[in-house]
């Protein structure tokens, strides 16, 4: 679910290791919860919001879908024609991605989204957001916003199912706001579309907003991060 951070070791918290700087350590051992299956955030398929949305707008070129876990979103756009990398830090979770039935130009890596190579600078067209923005420590969305900004092309997409208030007391999920996200992307990006989906996993009707994002010509390195 998370790609932010990493771990020393397999009962240590992720990003105890290497996170410095401003990018706050992961206090959730993602990896831990993918090996014992305490994965409730997998409801076994793609998002609805997002199947709805490619119904309309399959996804062209290349694609990252950060915080793949499982693979069900990297897939559900794969099918349209994308191609598609799903990015996490729980070798668990990829591998069981893996393991599934290839679809077509689909792919998996396990990296840090903070800490991506830097030819990795404005390759994609599309980057995909389901369950990674809730996840991270709300102090770390900064961090969050100017990865991806770099890794997407001038004029690339950005779109996002965005959690505004989930129904745990503490995250994660942590809740977001539209004035938050408002602040956190103006400055690199054009909002292009906002609406509330009219389907979504049980549980999270109302909860959520969904928002396409184009990125400017202006550009941003992973040097720079």
């Not at 305490?38 to 950060?66: C, N, Q």
């Not at 994308?82 to 393991?99: H, Y």
């Not at 190579?117 to 969305?141: L, N, Y």
């Not at 208030?165 to 292009?192: M, V």
Request: net charge negative.
């Amino acid at each position: 679910m998370n790609v932010n951070t990493n771990s020393a070791s397999p009962s240590g918290p992720l990003g105890s290791a290497s996170n410095s700087g401003s990018k706050q350590a992961d206090p959730v051992d993602w990896e831990a919860r993918y090996r014992v299956g305490d994965t409730p955030w997998d409801e076994g398929y793609a998002a609805p919001a997002l199947t709805t949305f490619l119904s309309k707008h399959p996804m062209r070129g290349e694609i990252l879908v950060p915080g793949c876990g499982t693979g069900h979103d990297v897939r559900a756009i794969a099918m349209l024609g994308g191609r598609v990398l799903g990015l996490d830090l729980s070798e668990t979770a990829l591998r069981m991605a893996r393991s599934a039935p290839h679809v077509a130009e689909e792919s998996y890596e396990q990296a840090k989204l903070f800490d991506l190579p830097a030819s990795w600078s404005g390759r994609f067209d599309w980057v995909v957001e389901h369950t990674c923005f809730c996840a991270i420590p709300p102090e770390s969305r900064g961090d969050y916003v100017r990865a991806i900004t770099a890794v997407l092309k001038p004029g690339g997409h950005y779109f996002a199912i965005f959690y505004l208030n989930p129904a745990a007391i503490e995250g994660p999920p942590h809740g977001t706001s539209r004035e938050e996200i408002k602040q956190l992307f103006e400055a690199d990006f054009e909002l292009q579309e906002e609406w509330l989906p009219s389907e979504a996993f049980e549980g999270r009707e109302r909860r959520e907003i969904c928002q396409l994002w184009r990125k400017g010509y202006e550009t941003i390195s992973l040097l720079d991060c």
